[in-house]
């Protein structure tokens, strides 16, 4: 069974960058036909995609975010990376790390999540 | 960007009755990349429905999805206590993943 597990500082001063993990168990993170993907969402708010990477390591970005994103994967720890340069308090969300589940070519839905972490941003 | 717009933002409704939320996209949208969501307080979103209407593992066949274009439907056919809960509708498009804002299904 897949577990995605975020880890990170739970809190980050403005201006700063954002730096999180997620720490895939039970699959290969360079094996299949996935996109592993981080998405986030402010308290009481709905959810906002922030990019994604395959197993190739070709990445894309939310335009409205790409200026600041990176995403990497380090495939001799099975982990998935996140970093979100000069931060404000518009960036204080839970963030998660999911999989994007393609078979043939066809999307099978996202899944599974890890459970998120909660990354305030202020001094 | 391709928005997606849920309706109703509230659906009160008792256990046993039926639920029908509604995803409506600004442009038309490929049905491969069309998925809905359950999120619970404090958890993460759940896989329910992708393709439009098949349902992911484990996922009761009470939840079905339908619609093409630029409308899309979650159907419940009979609420149980613990499809109380907010959902999301999901699509990729214009190389970005998008989702709704989302319909809380409530107690009445």
């Known amino acids: 069974q897949v577990q995605l597990q975020e880890s990170g500082p739970g809190l980050v001063k403005p201006s700063q960058t954002l730096s999180l993990t997620c720490t895939v168990s039970?699959?290969?993170?360079?094996?299949?036909?996935?996109?592993w993907t981080w998405i986030r969402q402010p308290a009481g708010k709905g959810l906002q995609w922030i990019g994604r990477i395959y197993t190739s390591g070709r990445t894309s970005y939310n335009p409205s975010l790409r200026s600041r994103v990176t995403i990497s994967v380090d495939t001799s720890k099975n982990q998935l990376s996140l970093k979100l340069s000069s931060v404000t308090a518009a960036d204080t969300a839970v963030y998660y790390c999911?999989?994007?589940?393609?078979?043939?070519?066809?999307?099978?839905?996202?899944?599974?999540w890890g459970q998120g972490t909660l990354v305030t941003v202020s001094s | 960007e391709i928005v997606l717009t849920q309706s109703p933002g509230t659906l009160p409704l008792s256990p046993g009755e039926r639920a029908t939320l509604s995803c409506r996209a600004s442009q038309s949208v490929s049905s491969t990349y069309l998925a809905w969501y359950q999120q619970k307080p404090g958890q993460a979103p759940r896989l329910l429905i992708y393709g439009v209407s098949s349902r992911a593992t484990g996922i009761p066949d009470r939840f079905s999805g339908s619609g093409s274009g630029t409308d899309f439907t979650l159907t419940i056919s009979r609420l149980e206590p613990e499809d109380f809960a907010v959902y999301y509708c999901?699509?990729?498009?214009?190389?970005?993943?998008?989702f709704g804002q989302g319909t809380k299904v409530e107690i009445k």
């Open positions: 039970g699959d290969s993170i360079s094996g299949g036909s996935y996109y």
């Open positions: 999901q699509q990729y498009g214009s190389s970005a993943w998008t």
């Open positions: 999911a999989r994007e589940i393609f078979s043939s070519g066809w999307y099978e839905g996202t899944d599974p």
